[in-house]
């Protein structure tokens, strides 16, 4: 099986800075992407950003320049780093991974989710 450990969500007052990390774990062969999504309230989830195996990025418009991705692949781990948060950051922030993993023999491509971290921006 696969696991995804999401950390580092919290509260923090307008313009301050916070910083995600997820860590993939069990038979993963190998990671496609992994991406940040969240969910606010009485909204639909939506893209952050997303980083691919060989760190390519890409963010959504609301969050350019705010936010950066970054991954280490020897650890599966991607981080977000989040400076400059406003009010309209709030939200449930969940990691994704599109990967291989071997089981049974065979190789399967699958999305995973991590469980979500809250972040809620506020004075």
């Known amino acids: 099986q696969v696991q995804l450990m999401e950390s580092g969500g919290g509260l923090v007052q307008p313009g301050g800075s916070l910083r995600l990390s997820c860590a993939a774990s069990g038979s993963i062969f190998k990671i496609n992407v992994m991406g940040w999504y969240r969910q606010a309230p009485r909204k639909q989830r939506e893209l952050v950003a997303t980083i691919t195996s060989v760190s390519r990025t890409n963010y959504a418009d609301s969050v350019k320049g705010r936010f950066t991705i970054s991954g280490d692949n020897a650890k599966n781990t991607v981080y977000l780093q989040m400076d400059s948060l406003k009010p309209e950051d709030t939200a449930v922030y969940y990691c994704?991974?599109?990967?291989?993993?071997?089981?049974?023999?065979?190789?399967?491509?699958?999305?995973?989710w991590g469980q979500g971290t809250q972040v809620t921006v506020s004075s």
């Open positions: 994704n991974a599109n990967l291989v993993r071997l089981s049974g023999g065979r190789y399967l491509s699958n999305d995973y």
